[in-house]
């Protein structure tokens, strides 16, 4: 993907906080793009299993829409001194167009807003191909740790500083 790609996936797309309306959209797109890792995993990783209504309530889901479809979901939770990505989802359709990294765009740029030094997520160990995206972006591995929720399942704890400078001119 060129740099070209980049720019008219982002001129092409809409970001948005999710409302109620929008729950079992996200259940299903989050369970669409974690599929390929049940399989790799023995069992649906976390995201999967994940009540988002509490979390639409709490203003920590984002949708991003190409046209009139649902693109992609990024979970992120505000703490005192960090963000915390809970979750980047793309749908299968989008995938590999560049919408994961214009999520991960959005989460600095919220990290930025809230004025917080910090983005922090975690993955696990089984998801490579994830770990080589954030490793790309800018994110350094922080430490490893076993699941305390799933028994042999290793977490990756990941970390990037935000970058204050404004992206807007």
């Given amino acids: 993907m060129g740099k070209d790609d980049l720019i008219t996936v982002q001129s092409s797309f809409g970001m948005r906080l999710a409302g109620p309306e929008d729950l079992a959209a996200i259940v299903a797109l989050t369970q669409a793009a974690y599929a390929p890792y049940s399989a790799i995993l023995d069992a649906p990783p976390i995201p999967v299993t994940e009540d988002y209504a509490p979390r639409i309530a709490q203003g920590q889901i984002w949708l991003l829409e190409s046209g009139d479809e649902l693109a992609g979901v990024i979970t992120l939770e505000r703490h005192e001194d960090h963000a915390m990505i809970f979750s980047v989802a793309v749908s299968p359709?989008?995938?590999?167009?560049?919408?994961?990294?214009?999520?991960?765009?959005?989460?600095?740029?919220?990290?930025?807003?809230?004025?917080?030094?910090?983005?922090?997520?975690?993955?696990?160990?089984?998801?490579?191909?994830?770990?080589?995206?954030?490793?790309?972006?800018?994110?350094?591995?922080?430490?490893?740790?076993?699941?305390?929720?799933?028994?042999?399942?290793?977490?990756?704890?990941?970390?990037?500083?935000?970058?204050?400078?404004?992206?807007?001119?």
């Fill in 93 to 169: 359709a989008f995938q590999g167009k560049g919408f994961g990294i214009a999520l991960l765009k959005h989460a600095d740029e919220q990290a930025r807003q809230w004025g917080l030094p910090e983005i922090r997520l975690y993955t696990n160990a089984k998801m490579e191909r994830n770990i080589a995206l954030y490793l790309a972006y800018g994110y350094r591995e922080t430490g490893r740790r076993p699941n305390p929720y799933r028994p042999g399942w290793m977490l990756v704890d990941m970390a990037k500083p935000v970058d204050n400078r404004s992206t807007t001119a």
